[in-house]
């Protein structure tokens, strides 16, 4: 019916391209729970460069990352802060509270970004009637935020207000190179300010596969005790770990071209007088948009996207989310728009 399906739902959709599944067929390989993968040892002294860290782990997903880097940090009848649109307090199912007894507190955000005074004077007191608050956890760039990327200077005054008062610092970056070629502020300076830094190979640098958490050697060394427990010891795990690497070197420079592309889509829509893009600007390689003017829901529209060859996911009753990646061009983009176009046209 259409020559190509548009996936705009994720940049998790894109496929091993040909180089990277070649990269994969000839991975050195071994059993990594016994230590012994040399693609793997090598991803994880990579990755633990890359973001100016002693070591790291190479984990299943990005959601087993952050839930390793809380349990360094926190154990039962501990409290985390985070905002309260992250990643980690509503897409994980709480596996940090149903796995490990720690509990949440939010603070609510503009598009993802605390402003540092919001979290003075959270820092409960010492008593035996409350939670011993330990961890604040910040995501860049920021995904319900509309993939917004975090002030430098709003992190740094925030994991220094954690600091200065006792508190670990973890950052979901699952997104953070996107970050990094949007701002050219390189992956170690961003780190720097955290106790421990997750990334995902399986977004924008479009590997099937796979996440790493990096810190200090000690704790990471115990990083492997809870990868085990939650069963994400992985044998000869060097074939996907091939894909990150061959990620990190061809796939990172290119996310800007997924930024120029979210861009275009961004333009194009703002041309739609019934759509509405939310949010204030286009940081990184997502946006959202409205569908109230159309006087239909998300679903229903949606429905004629998916019609029409085009898919894109519903956030919201009338909210939509798209996202651009390895595997949408300048060009898809354009199909896009005039799906979009026609799609309105239907509606009514
Ligand atoms: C995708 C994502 C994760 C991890 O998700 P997995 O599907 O478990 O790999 C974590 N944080 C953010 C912000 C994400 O977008």
């Known amino acids: ?67 390793i880097g809380v349990r360094l940090h926190c154990r039962g009848g501990d409290e985390l802060i985070c ?9 994980e199912q709480a596996g940090y509270a149903q796995l490990s007894g720690v509990a949440a507190r939010t603070v609510e955000g503009k598009y993802g970004v605390m402003r540092p005074e919001q979290l003075h004077g959270l820092i409960r007191p010492d008593n035996t009637h409350l939670v011993r608050t330990r961890l604040v956890c910040l995501e860049n760039t920021h995904n319900r935020g509309g993939g917004r990327i975090q002030p430098y200077d709003v992190v740094e005054a925030i994991c220094r207000w954690a600091r200065e008062n006792g508190l670990r610092t973890h950052l979901d970056g699952a997104r953070l190179l996107n970050a990094v070629v949007a701002t050219g502020i390189d992956a170690a300076s961003w780190s720097q300010h955290f106790d421990t830094v997750s990334i995902c190979f399986s977004k924008g640098l479009g590997a099937p596969v796979g996440s790493a958490l990096a810190g200090p050697r000690e704790w990471i060394d115990q990083g492997v005790r809870h990868r085990k427990v939650l069963g994400g010891g992985m ?21 800007a071209e997924d930024h120029g592309n979210a861009r275009r889509l961004a333009a194009g829509i703002e041309r739609i007088e019934e759509l509405e893009l939310a949010g204030d600007a286009i940081d990184t390689n997502m946006l959202f948009f409205r569908v109230d003017r159309l006087g239909t829901t998300a679903d229903a529209f949606l429905a004629k ?42 509606v009514g």
Do not use: W
Not at 83 to 91: L, M
Not at 235 to 254: E, F, I, K, P, T
């Open 1 to 67: 019916m259409f020559e190509k399906y548009l996936d705009f739902r994720s940049d998790t959709v894109t496929r091993p391209t040909p180089a990277m599944r070649a990269a994969m067929a000839a991975a050195e390989v071994g059993d990594d729970v016994l230590g012994d993968d040399p693609t793997v040892n090598r991803l994880q002294r990579r990755v633990a460069e890359l973001l100016g860290k002693e070591a790291a782990l190479y984990v299943p997903s990005g959601t087993m990352s952050n839930l």
């Open 83 to 91: 905002e309260s649109g992250c990643h980690i307090y509503n897409y």
């Open 235 to 255: 044998r000869q795990s060097g074939v996907l770990a091939a894909a990150a690497l061959y990620a990190l070197d061809h796939h990172v420079d290119r996310l």
């Open 305 to 346: 996207l998916q019609q029409r060859g085009l898919g894109m996911l519903s956030t919201a009753p009338t909210t939509i989310r798209a996202v651009t990646h390895l595997d949408v061009t300048a060009d898809d983009v354009d199909r896009a728009v005039a799906i979009l176009e026609d799609a309105v046209l239907s």
